[in-house]
Each structure stands twice: as structure tokens, then as C-alpha cells.
């Protein structure tokens, strides 16, 4: 380990974790940077050990509160989040399992004397049981036809109030067999189920506040849908719980069930930790087609989601708003 002290941002850039991160570490009493003389953090080698230990065991799924309590030598709330982390690597597991057929079956071909076609090719690099989006567009957009493939693990659905984008969400739910829309009326069952409460626990630890608005959402992550498509998904809930809530879902993102999440949070979709298995979906405020837009500043669409997102206190104060929109624009074909 280098003697030498690094910055928040050079800490974070060497442990692969966000600014962010190595501040929610210390607001959780996990890690306590040093000061220069005019009081700037730095991180110098215990903190780096330690900070890159943290990232470890957050990799694995743990809680922050399990995190603290394995840093200070207690083994509860070890046996669940490692059960968890087993069931992920098995997921992953299938879906390997599954590519390593098909290529034994192209294989087979080959030794038949059979040439597999370039898309039987292409279809290596995908995921199996990979799932691709087809619909026409509805009103604002006229009927055009849109496609996504390749979706990823979790999409989050971005646009301005007015943009379309709850009618977009309604849409992929429709086209997608077996996918369930997870509107803003959100009921919860009285009794859960012991994997539920295992998952509300961990929300707990996280910071999370319990309500009927977030089992409903971990019920319905919890059911067997193809797929999900959940309408705001921050409503009801406050700030901790949106960021420990968007913490799950990134945990249990599986290529094998796609997620649609429709929201205007920062705490939610925190642009700065947007990681490989995330995509986001813009809907313009001009009504043109739908687009991918990459989580890097400067690129195509960026500034647009940017603007899109606000804090859950901002949120909080425009819920329920809606875009003026003219009669006759309501009316037109």
C-alpha cells in the first residue's frame, strides 16, 4: 500500500467507488479520513485499506450495518447476505451454463457439416434468455415503431413532465410477455413471506423507512414476473429509503428479468454510479423517438437526463404536477 495521501476524488478513482460513497461511508461511522491543515479529507494507507475492504464486502451485498458489524468481528446477518450473494452467482451461473450449450450445439453443427448463420453467431454475445423490446409508440409519438435489444438488467425511464414517458412505460408492459406495470396506487399484502422480510430487514439496515409504498415495491420485485415496469418509483418514499431502495436493485439486477423504472430522482438514478448493467431511456421533450443515452458527461442526451432529475426534496414539492398541455394538441391525431 502507497505511503503517499489522496483527495476524495483520487481515492475514490483507486477504490472504484464514487465520491459519494467514501462520504456515506463516514456519515455511517465506517471510515474516518484525516484532514490537511485547513481541513480538506484525505485518505491516506489505513483509510484506503479499510475503504477498499468496505467496497469489498458492499460488492458482495452487504448492508452498511452488516458491513460495520463484520469490521468489528460479529458474524450476524453473515448467513443471509452471503445466501444472497450465493443465489446472484447462480443466477449468473445459469445464464453461462446456457451459452455453453448453445456453443456445444453450434459445435456439433460444425462437425456435421453445417456452417452456423452469422446471427446464431451474434446471439453468443447475448445473454440467454435475453430479452428484446418491440412496440409502436403511442400518443405523442404517432404510431412509430420502436426497438431495444439487448435490455439491460435495470432501464430507468427519463423525460420532462409531459414527454410521454408514463404512456411509454404502460407500453413495454403490454408488449413484453409476462411483464407486470407497477402503477402509483400501491398495495401491500398483510402477510410476507420470510424472503420478503429478510429483503425489508436489509432496506431497514440500509436506512430505509418502512412503509406500505415500499413492501408493495418489494413484493412486486419479489413475484414471479417476466418482467417489471414500475411507474415514479420514488413516490411515497423519502430520500434514505429511495437510495437504499435503488442499492436492492442493483443488487439483484438479473439479465434474465428485466427492470423498468420510471423517475425523476437523483437519489434514485444517481448519475455518477450508473454501472454496467443499467441503461437509461430518454424521452425527449420534442417528442422524437425514445434514445439510449450513455451515463458520461458530454455525451449525446446527457444534459437532457440531467435536467430531468431532481433532488427528493425538489420532487417532493412538484408531486402531482402536471404539463399544461393545449386543447387542441390533446386532440390531434
Keep these: ?192 413471506s420470510d424472503g420478503i422480510a429478510q429483503t425489508m430487514d436489509w432496506l431497514e439496515e440500509e436506512g430505509a423507512t418502512l412503509s406500505p409504498a415500499l413492501t408493495a415495491i418489494v413484493q412486486a420485485l419479489a413475484s414471479d414476473a417476466a418482467a417489471l415496469v414500475f411507474d415514479l418509483i420514488e413516490q411515497g418514499l423519502d430520500e434514505a429509503t429511495q437510495q437504499a431502495l435503488a442499492a436492492w436493485l442493483r443488487r439483484t439486477a438479473s439479465p434474465l428479468r428485466p427492470l423498468f423504472v420510471m423517475t425523476r430522482s437523483t437519489a434514485i438514478l444517481d448519475l455518477a454510479a450508473v454501472g454496467p448493467d443499467e441503461a437509461i431511456l430518454l424521452c425527449p421533450a420534442n417528442h422524437s423517438p425514445p434514445t439510449l443515452v450513455a451515463a458520461r458527461p458530454g455525451a449525446p442526451g446527457y444534459e437532457a437526463v440531467a435536467t430531468c432529475l431532481a433532488s427528493p426534496q425538489v420532487r417532493a414539492r412538484t408531486e402531482g404536477m402536471v404539463a399544461f398541455r393545449p386543447a387542441a394538441a390533446a386532440t390531434a391525431p
Design 1 to 192: 500500500m502507497s505511503d503517499r495521501f489522496f483527495s476524495p476524488s483520487e481515492a475514490a478513482l483507486r477504490l472504484g467507488v464514487s465520491a459519494k460513497a467514501l462520504r456515506l461511508y463516514e456519515q455511517r461511522g465506517l471510515l474516518t479520513p484525516g484532514r490537511t491543515d485547513i481541513g480538506w479529507r484525505v485518505y491516506g494507507p489505513d483509510q484506503m485499506e479499510r475503504a477498499a475492504a468496505i467496497a469489498a464486502l458492499r460488492a458482495l451485498g452487504f448492508s452498511l450495518t452488516q458491513v460495520g458489524r463484520v469490521m468489528n468481528g460479529e458474524a450476524e446477518g453473515l448467513e443471509p447476505a452471503l445466501a444472497a450473494h450465493q443465489a446472484q452467482l447462480e443466477s449468473r451461473l445459469g445464464v453461462l451454463a446456457g451459452t455453453i450449450r448453445q456453443i456445444g450445439r453450434l459445435r456439433e453443427d460444425l462437425a456435421q457439416g453445417r456452417t452456423p448463420s452469422l446471427q446464431d453467431l451474434a446471439r453468443l454475445s447475448a445473454p440467454v434468455g435475453e430479452v428484446s423490446l418491440a412496440l409502436d409508440l403511442p400518443w405523442p409519438w404517432g404510431g412509430e415503431r420502436f426497438e431495444l435489444r439487448d435490455l439491460a438488467p435495470v432501464t430507468y425511464i427519463i423525460g420532462p413532465l409531459g414527454s410521454g414517458k408514463t404512456r411509454l412505460a404502460r407500453a413495454i408492459a403490454d408488449s413484453l410477455p409476462g411483464a407486470v406495470f407497477s402503477g402509483l396506487d400501491r398495495r401491500s399484502d398483510s402477510e410476507l
